[in-house]
């Protein structure tokens, strides 16, 4: 009878014999590809994670291997280019075949990581087959799941924990191995007193420093103070080079290229058929032979087998540190295609004339494709730009309709009216509006208070110019040189002084006419980003206006230049009468976008003016172009309830229903 002492040893010895001294090593790359399933809901490729999809990314992932010396990972990237995936594989990668070392998550605030956490991380580890792998540390508790808002634990000892760089100074108790950054340019510069938190986040990781992992990663912002643009620059900037299907020559992708001694030029390069784009002819031309690569020849001008590999351009500035640049032309097949950024590009740069069209759509290009840091340079509207804007066909209090319908699209379909409001005078302007909100001023005056000094002026309801500015609203028609007759269908009134005044003046109105505020930025459950509705005291409606919105578009179209013998004018175009002044075109030129930094260091640009000096009609040259964005919401959300605004059929309604004119 055998000892109680010998009792399992046979087993035992069983399973010591199944041992071996040989640990077969798997990179993060081939964990992935073997475990990770993709599925329909978080992704536009579903299925096994295959990194032939998306094969410069190999390098990076594997960046990740306990083996491998890199240290520090940056990644300055475009739109659509699976970054977010790669952060979910690395954490895969440490969960569920590492299974020892902690791991932090940073995005901008804790609830945009905590909700990364919730619905990405989580249901990736149970698609991947390893949902059992959280749990609590406390095995004995069986209560614990291994779970909370700010924590995951899984077998093994490792652990997750969710933050947001706002947070970054609450960090101090956590020594983390694998740190992973999600879009660090929206971070803010500063944290209170104690710092860049891209760098308070990285002494975290000082406790495993041989060991440590930091993968950082984002879209870059405004040139200077882009952090993911200062980390690039820190390590050895790394290109994916491809190469060309023709010749073999080796390039990284590039907007435009131009060989000064072959004169070819590549690049991305496509047709127009009647000013539209033709989706099927967008392609990518070889910077030295100029053979054109088509949206299917991604697959092999991509991948490993035919040549494409990661090049560093530069020396690190500190030993196992690198950094990569990958614009959205590099998105894989099915996710961001050529035309789309083709089309984004068309949208806010003329290629006929070469000028910026939309100063803020272009910026959104610089960074979201060419994933190139926007350096904003001064915004100053000069006199000598907008005095060409005159029109000698027209003056004040006419409509010159013939003129309009040959150059601007349409005769004048709508006039508007916009006030700012002094303490002695209303400053009124009128305009009106053809297809494609070109714009024509037809009138633009004051109305004086002419009471008493020491009364409250135009604050008063009582002031004889609220009087003045209802005949013109109710009762005022402009005649067309063409014989049709307008009166005003909709009126703003910037409400930011005497606003109970401007309230009280709307609300006779039970619609048509509406008070305005002008915002530096839109509130928190603010869903449009130019404007938001708002219930005044009187419970009638007024809109917010995000005022430098206006500003950053409608400033490139008065530095416009534009001659008859071109041909019709460009959407917004602005369009003056012979008669107006110098003084009063100078008031679109008295603000200048300039630098700003909070408390915390985080730069934006606002429009500012210097002094007091007037700049009435660019207060209503904004309000102008905003009025006409929420007809056209008017009619088509709430009207006709599509899901956005659809300009081609709001010009035509109004067209075809001549609501507007007076017969």
Same mark, same amino acid.
């Given at each position: ?19 071996? /001294? *040989? ?41 990740? +291997? ?80 291994? &779970?909370?808002? +700010? ?24 020594? $983390?191995?694998?740190? $992973? ?9 500063? @944290?209170?007193?104690?710092? =860049?938190?891209?760098?308070?986040? =990285? ?35 790394? &290109?994916?080079?491809? *190469? ?31 000013? @539209? ?20 020849? #991604? ?35 099915? $996710? %961001? ?83 700012? @409001? ?7 302007? @009128? ?20 009471? +008493?000094?020491? =009364? ?18 109710? /009762? ?7 014989? #049709? ?39 928190? *459950? ?36 534009? %001659? ?33 930094? +909070? ?56 067209? &075809? /229903? ?6």
């Amino acid at each position: 009878m055998h000892s109680i002492s010998h009792v399992g040893s046979d087993w035992l010895l069983d399973q010591i014999s199944d041992l071996t /001294e *040989n640990i077969e090593h798997i990179t993060p790359v081939e964990f992935n590809e073997a475990y990770r399933y993709l599925p329909k809901s978080v992704t536009a490729i579903s299925g096994p994670l295959s990194y032939d999809v998306n094969p410069f990314m190999r390098e990076i992932v594997n960046c990740a +291997d306990v083996n491998s010396p890199v240290r520090e990972v940056s990644l300055k990237k475009g739109v659509q280019i699976t970054y977010s995936t790669l952060l979910e594989s690395i954490a895969l990668y440490f969960i569920a075949h590492i299974k020892t070392d902690p791991m932090m998550y940073v995005s901008a605030d804790k609830e945009l990581a905590n909700a990364r956490i919730e619905n990405n991380f989580i249901p990736m580890l149970n698609h991947s087959g390893f949902g059992d792998s959280i749990r609590s540390s406390d095995t004995g508790n069986t209560r614990k799941t291994g &779970k909370t808002k +700010d924590h995951l634990q899984f077998v093994g000892g490792a652990y997750l924990v969710p933050f947001g760089a706002k947070n970054s100074d609450k960090m101090r108790m956590y020594s $983390m191995l694998l740190m $992973m950054k999600d879009e660090i340019d929206a971070w803010p510069l500063t @944290v209170g007193k104690d710092g =860049d938190p891209d760098k308070l986040t =990285d002494a975290r990781c000082r406790g495993y420093w041989e060991r440590r992992k930091i993968f950082r990663g984002s879209t870059p912002t405004i040139k200077g103070v882009s952090k993911i643009d200062a980390a690039y620059l820190r390590g050895d900037q790394r &290109k994916y080079m491809v *190469n060309c299907k023709k010749c073999g020559f080796p390039q990284e992708l590039r907007w435009h290229t131009l060989n000064n001694e072959t004169g070819v030029e590549g690049g991305f390069k496509w047709d127009l058929e009647d000013g @539209v784009l033709d989706l099927e002819s967008v392609r990518y031309c070889c910077q030295h032979c100029a053979e054109p690569h088509f949206e299917h020849d #991604k697959e092999r001008l991509f991948s490993e087998k035919y040549g494409a590999e990661w090049v560093p351009t530069a020396r690190p500035q500190e030993p196992n540190i690198r950094s990569y640049h990958l614009p959205a032309f590099y998105s894989p097949i099915g $996710m %961001a295609p050529w035309y789309s950024l083709v089309a984004d590009y068309l949208e806010c740069y003329d290629v006929f004339t070469k000028k910026v069209i939309d100063i803020g759509k272009y910026q959104v290009f610089y960074n979201n494709i060419l994933a190139e840091p926007f350096k904003i340079t001064g915004a100053t509207i000069r006199l000598t730009h907008v005095s060409p804007h005159r029109r000698a066909v027209y003056r004040f209090g006419e409509i010159p309709n013939t003129y309009a319908g040959k150059y601007s699209g349409s005769p004048v379909l709508l006039l508007t009216c916009q006030v700012d @409001v002094h303490k002695n005078f209303l400053a009124v302007s @009128v305009k009106g509006w053809c297809r494609d909100s070109i714009c024509y001023i037809i009138d633009y005056f004051r109305l004086e208070h002419s009471g +008493d000094e020491e =009364d409250d002026g135009c604050a008063g309801v009582t002031s004889p110019t609220w009087g003045q500015l209802r005949k013109i609203i109710e /009762e005022k028609e402009y005649v067309a040189d063409d014989g #049709k007759k307008y009166r005003i269908i909709r009126t703003l009134i910037d409400a930011g002084y005497a606003n109970d005044t401007v309230t009280t003046f709307c609300s006779d109105y039970s619609s048509g006419v509406y008070p305005v505020l002008g915002r530096e930025r839109p509130a928190k *459950n603010q869903k449009i980003t130019e404007f938001a509705e708002f219930k005044t005291q009187s419970g009638t409606l007024g809109y917010r206006i995000l005022v430098d919105h206006y500003k950053d578009r409608l400033a490139p179209v008065l530095r416009r230049e534009w %001659a008859e013998e071109e041909g019709p004018q460009k959407p917004y175009h602005f369009n003056a009468p012979v008669d107006i002044t110098d003084k009063q075109l100078t008031e679109l030129t008295k603000e200048i976008r300039r630098e700003k930094k +909070d408390d915390r260091g985080t730069v934006t640009y606002e429009w500012y003016r210097p002094g007091n000096a007037r700049n009435e009609l660019w207060d209503l040259a904004v309000y102008g172009y905003c009025g006409v964005e929420i007809l056209a919401w008017n009619l088509c959300i709430e009207h006709f309830k599509l899901e956005k605004i659809d300009w081609g059929q709001f010009w035509e309604y109004i067209e &075809k /229903e001549k609501l507007y004119f007076v017969e």
